[in-house]
């Protein structure tokens, strides 16, 4: 956007408390004032530009807008080259709305279409100009809107736009728990996650699924979904009610080593951009994870100790059951009784738990562990999965079934111990290399093995001490790596940074064996790493560098942010803190012992419903 040609100076920007609307308040030559109001509806952007004249006298001007569309695919933005692409149309234009069209080698034919309302003084192929006389004190309104869509269809105009919008944060807002705090840090902490997650919730034909973060994963990832909707169970189970019903209709059926996967497991990711549609990425329908099926089974045994809703579980009990079959049949690649990963798509991930970069798997040495391997918390998942579907089975009356899941999690939990624990680090190993060799290295994947509580008491004891060391803990939350390991760098994505939703869980885990103080410790260190970000929005992750006084923590400068995840991260934090637990059975919320944080000298509840 140019007045007169030139570029607008930023007076400031804000975001509506409910993340509805984007207004930038901008300068431009003269005494022209120009407020830009954005928000996003149904796939659609919304823009409100209100133009002032602030000079006491009359002023002419023009206001002009560029504009182009590419049809970059994201994994194009994110920097992948490609051989081919398809073919873009010649520009379609009328007085008030310009059409741009691409046909994908996928055959999909794509749109992005522009309307102005009231139509510009001239509109070419790429760019629009508006022409202004306006009297001393006098305003123009002018309203853009960009739909991005496979087809054609009817737009709204802002107003009706924005209360759209705004109506539908407000009803997701009373299904849900009020909180009120004293500090008021802490209430915007807690107010923007609220918002941010409802942002991220999307409408799928399975119910609504929390999207996992923007920019790069505005789509559904089976991990990501479910930890997230393990992090808010007792805030809002009807996330939980949708992931599940989501994941079980996309759970794999056959075997197609194209996308790694194998009957019974649980999706990773989907895309249906044009190069995952052509195979060009196997991220169309994606299973290269190794925790997203036992994790889905811990969810379901998690949503049903919460609501009771026995008709839930029976109906996705054969998912259940085809998730169990793919942990003991195709899980286990070389029946050793762990689970391990090893890729076969062609592009896919090289690592398949939730450190996923290529260098995120190593030994003590610095040398990359090499596949099958089994990662340390996927043994403990598998162990949480097996003794939640005891209890699922055991409320279905199928109780030989669910004696024997129970018997098969303890004989785990014996192995893992004997396999796992290092005794000379004080910590159960990263992983299990093909040789059964070791990852002796110090890392945040021993504290989900305390969430998922396979780990002895005098274990758990000291796996806290060494993640709570100052080697492990950066001052702003345990790092990813311990910073005396070989391959230790706080900028790096998974090998010294410091993840929030990690942070919650091990905080979670620490809280499941009575070490509250701890627990308190992260859950206060996030919570003063809000301060130094906008929004007071954890990222995705920031950098894990040793806190130092007076400075914030190191941006990592690609994070996604919101990552839905880290958002919620807050929420699991609190309830571990207040210790709560919903009885169902008798509709009451219990808590037992609560926490004492410095920062939190006090916190008001209004429940929703239970059950």
């Known amino acids: 956007m140019r007045v007169d040609g030139t570029r607008p100076l930023l007076v400031r920007s804000s975001i509506a408390h409910d993340n509805s609307i984007l207004t930038i308040e901008l300068a431009g030559s003269g005494m022209v ?43 194009e933005v994110r920097g992948m080259k490609r051989r081919g692409r398809g073919r873009q149309f010649p520009v379609q234009s009328s007085r008030s709305e310009i059409e741009f069209a691409y046909e994908g080698l996928d055959r999909q034919f794509r749109r992005t279409i522009i309307v102005f309302d009231p139509a510009p003084a001239e509109l070419a192929q790429k760019s629009a100009t508006f022409r202004f006389h306006l009297e001393a004190g006098a305003e123009a309104i002018t309203d853009i809107a960009i739909r991005c869509s496979p087809e054609n269809g009817s737009l709204l105009n802002f107003d009706e736009a924005k209360t759209e919008a705004r109506a539908a944060a407000y009803a997701m807002k009373t299904k849900e728990p009020g909180i ?29 699924y929390p999207y996992a ?33 989501y994941l079980s209709a996309t759970q794999a059926r056959d075997e197609n080593p ?98 996923d970069s290529d260098s995120a798997i190593f030994h003590a040495d610095g040398s990359l562990a090499e596949g099958p ?60 290399d093909r040789n059964k060799k070791p990852c002796r290295v110090r890392a945040s994947n021993a504290g989900h093995c305390l969430f998922a509580a396979i780990a002895g008491e005098d274990r758990a004891q ?24 070989k391959r230790y760098d706080p900028g790096s994505y998974h090998n010294g940074s410091v993840w929030p939703h990690d942070n919650a869980i091990i905080a979670a885990g620490f809280a499941r064996y009575g070490l509250m103080k701890e627990a308190e410790k992260i859950f206060t260190a996030l919570f003063e790493a809000t301060k130094f970000f906008e929004l007071h929005r954890l990222p995705e992750l920031f950098c894990g560098f040793p806190r ?12 996604c942010s919101p990552q839905t995840w880290a958002s919620c991260a807050i929420f699991l934090l609190l309830s571990v803190c207040l210790r709560i637990k919903v009885n169902r059975s008798e509709g009451e919320i219990v808590f037992t012992n609560p926490g004492t944080l410095e920062f939190l000298s006090g916190v008001s509840i209004v429940p929703s419903r239970i059950g």
């Open 180 to 208: 009120a705090a004293p500090n008021e840090q802490f209430t915007a902490w807690w107010n923007h996650s609220v918002v941010d997650l409802h942002m991220m919730l999307t409408e799928t034909p399975h119910g609504l």
């Open 462 to 485: 000291r796996v806290a001490v060494t993640l709570m060391s100052r080697e492990s803990f950066s001052g702003w939350g345990v790092r990813t790596v311990a910073a005396n390991e």
């Open 213 to 245: 973060g923007l920019p790069w994963y505005s789509t559904a990832f089976g991990r990501d979904g479910i930890i997230t909707a393990l992090e808010c169970l007792w805030f809002n189970p009807n996330i939980a009610r949708g992931v599940l019903l």
């Open 33 to 75: 004032r120009i407020c830009r109001s954005r928000l996003l509806w149904q796939a659609t952007a919304y823009e409100r530009c209100r133009i002032q004249n602030c000079a006491k006298t009359s002023i002419s001007f023009s206001l002009d807008f560029e504009f182009d569309a590419d049809f970059s695919d994201l994994f």
């Open 548 to 559: 130092r006084h007076d400075e914030g923590p190191a941006a990592y400068p690609v994070s």
């Open 258 to 355: 194209n996308r790694d996967a194998q009957p019974g497991k649980i999706l990773h990711e989907t895309r249906n951009g044009e190069m995952s549609t052509l195979g060009e990425v196997p991220f169309d329908r994606y299973y290269g994870s190794v925790d997203s099926t036992p994790l889905f089974v811990m969810l379901g045994g998690a949503y049903f100790e919460h609501t009771g809703d026995l008709d839930l579980v029976r109906l996705i009990w054969p998912n259940i059951e085809l998730a169990l079959n793919w942990i003991d049949n195709y899980g286990d690649v070389d029946g050793d009784g762990f689970i391990e990963y090893t890729r076969t798509a062609a592009g896919g991930l090289r690592n398949q738990g939730w450190k």
């Open 373 to 432: 391997i089994a990662v340390c918390e996927v043994q403990a998942y598998v162990y949480a999965a097996k003794r939640a579907a005891a209890k699922i089975a055991c409320a279905l009356g199928k109780k030989s079934f669910s004696e024997n899941l129970a018997e098969q999690a303890e004989t785990l939990r014996h192995r893992f111990e004997e396999s796992f624990w290092c005794e000379q680090i004080s910590t159960y190993a990263l992983a299990l």
